[in-house]
């Protein structure tokens, strides 16, 4: 029988315990966070200006994801982490100046350059699309002969030509009328996309409430470069323990859209930092000696998916590893949210991999929901999915909706779920049979 001293005691020293306990995992969680938020901020710096082609973006994010698989001790194939390829890319360097009458407009906020965009300068009338064209009900056009010193407007609620998306292809098919090219407004937001190679034409985008109706004129100095640039996947791997011979790929993209002018850049802290510090968070993890996978893990950082999954269709045509050796491939791209849970691409065609995710969810209460969805091209899995390997894309839901634009920055990613889905896919890699 002990006394009741003693009892007090131990009771104390219990609870003493459990608060040293919370207390850990609270400084756990802290440390996985701002190992989180240092690699994005990082990646979302000016010194790599949106990861893109301008001022180097692309390949020091390149380098900076090699220097972190070195600094783990990640292995690489063939003496080197880098696996290069060339692509074409339209790019905006140099000068970025638009004036609606004598009001300048700001890049990135009011107006965005249409990817396949020729450069412009000088200063334009401005004319509206139903002033000088309509469509016959027998489907022929008539419009007034423009000339090169007119930039046409579009507003996405013309009625002209069946309604924008048939009307921006009439306009194209009609080299814009003779116009040197067309302002299209957006009700909406602005989206930044990527293209390899350039229309004969100016294409702006502007934010309809930064676009004065009355205006006049619009002065232009906009310049882009159609360049040839060497990019490259990054890719390391840690030896399996027990089945050495099948892999656990895990992937994500370390490019983005880069800038619009020399001021002007995307960070894509959430598309996609986000999926590079998960994936460099599960690398330091995994090439921890008290953490050795059974399967060897692939860690692959994509280069140019934003021009058109150029760096993972490249890896499929000359892959470093056996793909049929794949047990399962894992693409983090968007993993900086998670309030309404994950979305998961692929999940009707690999239901039992599904369906064992969504059990590990259910048991260890991590994600609100773990949503399915079918196949889609909308990321680096899809040249794997095509060759038939097993492979999930995941995503973040809810939170903030910044994306492909100016506003998709490290200040307000609240990576909110961050740990919650580093253990859930820790516990999916670590319950592959
Ligand atoms: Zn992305």
């Not at 600094?71 to 390829?85: C, K, T, V």
């Not at 423009?146 to 009625?159: E, F, H, R």
């Not at 969805?373 to 839901?397: M, Q, V, W």
């Amino acid at each position: 029988m002990s006394s009741p001293c003693i009892r007090r005691f131990s009771f104390s020293f219990i609870y003493f315990l459990f608060f040293v306990e919370i207390f850990n995992n609270k400084i756990c969680i802290a440390q996985d966070s701002a190992f989180a938020h240092k690699i994005i901020d990082t990646l979302t710096s000016p010194y790599f200006f949106g990861r893109g082609y301008v001022n180097n973006g692309n390949a020091k994010a390149a380098a900076y994801a090699a220097d972190r698989f070195y600094e783990y001790g990640i292995s690489a194939y063939h003496g080197g982490f880098f696996q290069s390829f060339m692509m074409d890319v339209n790019t905006f360097p140099g000068k970025m100046i638009m004036k609606l009458d004598d009001k300048i407009l700001t890049t990135g906020k009011d107006y965005i350059v249409s990817a396949e965009s020729k450069s412009k300068k000088g200063k334009f009338k401005l004319v509206k699309i139903e002033s000088i064209a309509s469509q016959n009900s027998d489907g022929s056009w008539q419009y007034a002969v423009t000339d090169s010193k007119t930039i046409l407007v579009i507003d996405d609620s013309t009625k002209v030509g069946g309604g924008l998306k048939s009307l921006l292809k009439t306009v194209e098919e009609k080299s814009c009328f003779g116009a040197a090219g067309f302002i299209e407004l957006n009700s909406i937001k602005l989206t930044m996309d990527m293209s390899m190679e350039v229309k004969p034409w100016m294409h702006l985008i502007v934010l309809k409430s930064a676009f004065n109706a009355n205006a006049q004129t619009v002065t232009l100095d906009i310049q882009n470069k159609l360049v040839k640039v060497q990019s490259q996947n990054v890719v390391g791997y840690i030896q399996g323990t027990r089945k050495p011979d099948s892999m656990i790929v895990l992937t994500a993209h370390y490019d983005h859209l880069g800038g619009l002018g020399n001021a002007t850049y995307f960070p894509g802290a959430n598309d996609n930092a986000s999926g590079i510090s998960m994936l460099l968070s599960l690398a330091r993890y995994y090439s921890n000696i008290d953490h050795r996978p059974e399967y060897t893990m692939v860690f692959i950082a994509f280069g140019g998916e934003e021009v058109g999954l150029i760096g993972s269709q490249f890896f499929v045509q000359y892959p470093l590893i056996s793909l049929n050796k794949i047990r399962f491939l894992i693409n983090m791209d968007i993993m900086g949210t998670g309030e309404e849970g994950i979305k998961v691409v692929n999940a009707t065609e690999y239901k039992n991999d599904f369906d064992r995710l969504v059990k590990l969810n259910d048991e260890f209460h991590l994600m609100k929901s773990v949503q399915p969805r079918g196949k889609a091209a909308n990321s680096d899995h899809y040249p794997f999915s095509e060759k038939g390997i097993s492979c999930f894309f995941i995503y973040t839901l809810g939170g903030i909706s910044a994306y492909h634009d100016v506003y998709d920055r490290a200040e307000t990613l609240p990576l909110t779920k961050f740990n919650d889905l580093e253990k859930l896919l820790k516990l999916f890699i670590d319950s592959c049979q």
